[in-house]
């Protein structure tokens, strides 16, 4: 079992950068496929952004251009930079992990989640 930790979360003014973190257990880390998903109140789960083990990154449309997702392997970190934040940017980031799967945008391709760190965005 895999254990993903977030960090980094809290309150920003519109048009503000914010950079969260996600530590993850193990020593196999680069095997994973990474990626960080949204829920807002009332909302389905929504995805953000991933990053193959081997370097490929995806952005949803509505983030593209604006976040960037980075992992070390090294520290067994993976981070969203958030930059250029709107207030529909609120919600509970989570990290998550995925085995083998093709499809990262699914909330279904990940065996792992971590517990989520809150953004809010303020107008």
């Known amino acids: 079992q895999v254990q993903l930790v977030e960090s980094g979360g809290g309150l920003v003014q519109a048009g503000g950068s914010l950079r969260l973190s996600c530590a993850a257990s193990?020593?196999?880390?680069?095997?994973?496929?990474m990626g960080w998903f949204r829920q807002a109140p009332g909302k389905e789960r929504e995805f953000v952004a991933a990053?193959?083990?081997?370097?490929?990154?995806y952005y949803a449309d509505s983030v593209k251009g604006r976040f960037t997702i980075s992992r070390d392997n090294a520290k067994n970190t993976v981070a969203l930079q958030m930059n250029s934040l709107k207030p529909e940017d609120t919600a509970i980031y989570y990290c998550?992990?995925?085995?083998?799967?093709?499809?990262?945008?699914?909330?279904?391709?990940?065996?792992?989640w971590g517990q989520g760190t809150q953004v809010t965005v303020s107008s």
């Open positions: 998550a992990a995925s085995v083998g799967a093709l499809a990262l945008d699914l909330t279904t391709s990940y065996n792992y």
């Open positions: 193990g020593r196999t880390f680069s095997a994973y496929d």
């Open positions: 990053m193959r083990g081997s370097g490929g990154t």
